[in-house]
């Protein structure tokens, strides 16, 4: 069973930074790609980035295009979220997700979910 635990969230000021952790269990980390998501209160789910089985490949949403940086340690079967240069409007609660076999960056691609972390930036 897959298992997926994020962590690093908090509360923070406009233009800090944080760096979101999320722990895989269950399978073979490395054969999977990875997503972060989020939502905000009121708003659906939000697609944030995703990356590759083997790190190579990584997309973003144009909205934390250049302030985000998503990237795998698949020796520690762990993905992160770097967050830089934050604004209010970053404020959502952050899922990291497993997608089955597709590149995919709609949320019903991804199967598993981890409990989400809080992220508020206050102005």
């Known amino acids: 069973q897959v298992q997926l635990v994020e962590s690093g969230g908090g509360l923070v000021q406009t233009g800090d930074s944080l760096k979101l952790s999320c722990a895989f269990s269950?399978?073979?980390?490395?054969?999977?790609?990875m997503g972060w998501f989020r939502q905000a209160p009121g708003k659906e789910r939000e697609f944030i980035a995703r990356i590759s089985g083997n790190g190579g490949t990584t997309t973003y949403a144009n909205s934390v295009k250049g302030r985000f940086t998503i990237s795998r340690d698949n020796a520690k079967n762990t993905v992160y979220l770097q967050m830089n240069s934050l604004k209010p409007e970053d404020t959502a609660v952050y899922y990291c997700?497993?997608?089955?076999?597709?590149?995919?960056?709609?949320?019903?691609?991804?199967?598993?979910w981890g409990q989400g972390t809080q992220v508020t930036v206050s102005s």
């Open positions: 997700a497993v997608a089955g076999t597709t590149w995919s960056t709609i949320p019903s691609a991804y199967p598993y």
């Open positions: 269950g399978r073979t980390f490395s054969l999977y790609v």
